[in-house]
């Protein structure tokens, strides 16, 4: 009898916590760069007390929104055919980048304002460039294995495939996603071109 009250009180807290994370993360989709507590927990529909006895501080929050945006990040991943042509392979690559950054623009936004304040954001940004290498290295791992600096290399790839050049592009000249994909297309063609 015990077992189960503590398994649906576990439950409830489980969903209250993922409630929250929801209504962080919309917010942010909303372009509300810095929520504060008392909108996360009234788009939640909580109290903030319901909010700090789930999440201790706004730290384990971020954190918990972090986990959440490296999930949905997770989702649009696709298997790229490492067999295929380098043009394809390219295209594949510019494509995938492009539903990703445009998944995690609003998060990635917020994060640049709170990355000085909170480790979880920091970790986040080194994660996401962790991830984004892992990908360069792998689609494009025939062309490194015959580069003369293959870390110089892989260093430009992700310069120009990064969220920071997406932003400049997507942000500062608000160029619509298919023109950045485009200019990031070109941009690692021209770097693999001598290879």
Known sequence: MEYRQ??????????TRALIVQAHADLLREGV????????SERAGVSRRTLWSNF????????????????????????IDLEAPLPERIVCFCAERERRLVNIAPAARAAVLGEPDYAALRASRRGHIDRLRRDVQQTFAPELASAPEPEILVDALTAVTSWNAWSLMFDDHDYPAARCRQIMERSVRALLASV
């Open 6 to 15: 503590t398994d649906g009180r576990m439950q409830r807290s489980e969903r």
């Open 33 to 40: 760069l810095k929520p504060t507590a008392t909108m996360i």
């Open 56 to 79: 201790r501080d706004m730290e384990s929050l971020l954190g918990a929104t972090v986990a959440y945006w490296f999930r949905t990040d997770d989702e649009l991943r696709v298997e």
